[in-house]
């Protein structure tokens, strides 16, 4: 007898009235119109079944701390590194770890369960470090949390950068990570790329740097991290993130520059909700959107995920853990607005993002885990236009999560009692 059946399901690729069997915390079938005996029956009513939600690129040390110990006036990237340097003191262990678990209490309720995070290394305590570390622990049943060893305030630029970097590495952090736009020169930068990029290498390890977070055309760390990749053998285990410079790029130089990147096989990370918000601050009028070349990555063949990046922080005060949100503002800021486009942003916080992430058992096929997340949309893209309820979030067959379908009640003379905002089909 299977645990569970999900039958009646319209799964993302379009096909429709799917069953899905769930055998052992895995996916023993998928198929149409499957009947078989089960202790569970979930009817889906022609809903979308997805899998769950990845956050490729997120700040989970610092997450929450919004106000603390002031706002960011200015809402600057700037002042917002400045304001974690003043905040970084004040920190106890105890108090990120109970805001980290606070926020993945939002996450799996919004059916985001596989989150990679940077934790700064700059602090020669590695507080942070520890404190994600026993987070990562804690959440294991239920949520995949991924850590990148990321130097805030430059690895190069920060006395004993290095080696606290190495030893965040030793305890268990899975990632290394960079800001080479943040070290103190342009040389700097490349050095320090290529210094992490070796130490990736020697250790085995994937790669995930703060590209370009830029709007400056000439910081161009993208372009050594793409040789890095290559020179060391590194493909399929290097992302850039952000690579906001692109957007300032002249078409000349990005032609020459996204067949490199595809070439080296780098993955690249884009946070929409943030680049829109921080880039483009020096600017007047027209202002640049400042988020990097999405469409035309993809295009170029080049794995394009979306992060949330931060939710209540130095640089955010909006935002409460839903992946649909990003892909919402990810396809306004890249026009992406086509139906084929909307569901590659879809696809930017679910299977792309599995990929930079490298998880293992992902998807809705046989043999997968049974991570996944019923929607109440009947299509990537009605999902992403209402930012869709999250009925039900399974983890390896596990209900984890549920929530009420949204519906307004009304009183309205000759008309339906209540609404759920869905276009009504034939």
């Not at 601050?281 to 990046?309: C, I, W």
């Not at 026009?335 to 590659?344: A, F, L, N, P």
């Not at 929530?403 to 003379?413: E, I, K, N, W």
């Amino acid at each position: 007898m299977l645990d569970l059946l999900v039958h009646n399901a319209v799964l993302p690729d379009g096909r429709t009235d799917m069953s899905i069997a769930v055998q052992d915390g895995r996916i023993a079938e998928v198929t149409a119109g499957l009947d078989a005996p089960a202790h569970e029956k979930l009817d889906a009513q022609g809903l979308l079944v997805a899998p769950h939600f990845v956050d490729p690129h997120f700040h989970m040390d610092a997450t929450l701390s919004y106000g603390l110990p002031r706002v960011n006036q200015s809402g600057t990237l700037l002042e917002g590194i400045a304001l974690w340097g003043e905040l970084k003191p004040l920190l106890t262990a105890e108090a990120l770890i109970e805001r980290a678990m606070a926020y993945c209490d939002w996450a799996v309720a919004k059916g985001l369960l596989a989150i990679r995070s940077h934790v700064d290394t700059s602090d020669p305590s590695l507080l942070a470090v520890d404190a994600l570390l026993e987070v990562k622990k804690r959440v294991a049943p239920y949520l995949t949390l991924q850590l990148v060893a990321f130097p805030q305030d430059g690895v190069l630029r920060t006395p004993g950068g290095v080696d606290n970097l190495k030893r965040a590495l030793d305890k268990g952090v899975d990632v290394v990570g960079g800001i080479p736009h943040f070290e103190r020169t342009m040389a700097d930068g490349a050095a320090s790329v290529r210094l992490l990029c070796e130490l990736a290498a020697e250790r085995g390890l994937p790669v995930d740097m703060h590209c370009d977070e830029s709007d400056d055309p000439l910081s161009r760390h993208i372009e050594t991290l793409a040789f890095e990749a290559q020179r060391l053998g590194l493909q399929g285990r290097v992302t850039g993130s952000h690579c906001t410079s692109m957007h300032s790029m002249d078409n000349y130089y990005v032609s020459k520059l996204l067949p490199l990147i595809a070439e080296a096989g780098v993955g690249v990370v884009a946070n929409p909700l943030i680049n829109i918000t921080l880039q483009g601050r020096h600017d007047s009028y027209p202002k640049r959107r400042g988020m990097t070349r999405v469409p035309e990555l993809m295009a170029q063949g080049v794995n394009v995920a979306f992060g949330h990046d931060c939710v209540m922080d130095p640089w955010y005060g909006m935002g409460s853990g839903d992946m649909l949100e990003v892909a919402h503002m990810g396809l306004h800021v890249a026009q992406m607005t086509s139906q084929q486009g909307i569901r590659q942003c879809f696809d930017a916080v679910t299977a792309n993002a599995a990929k930079v992430f490298g998880l293992e058992g992902y998807g809705l096929e046989a043999g997968c885990d049974a991570s996944f997340v019923l929607l109440q949309a009947r299509d990537p893209i009605e999902a992403i236009r209402l930012r869709a309820s999250r009925l039900k979030v399974y983890r390896k067959g596990l209900l984890l999560a549920q929530t009420p379908p949204a519906t307004a009640a009304l009183h309205l003379s000759g008309r339906p009692p209540t609404t759920g905002w869905m276009i009504p089909r034939p």
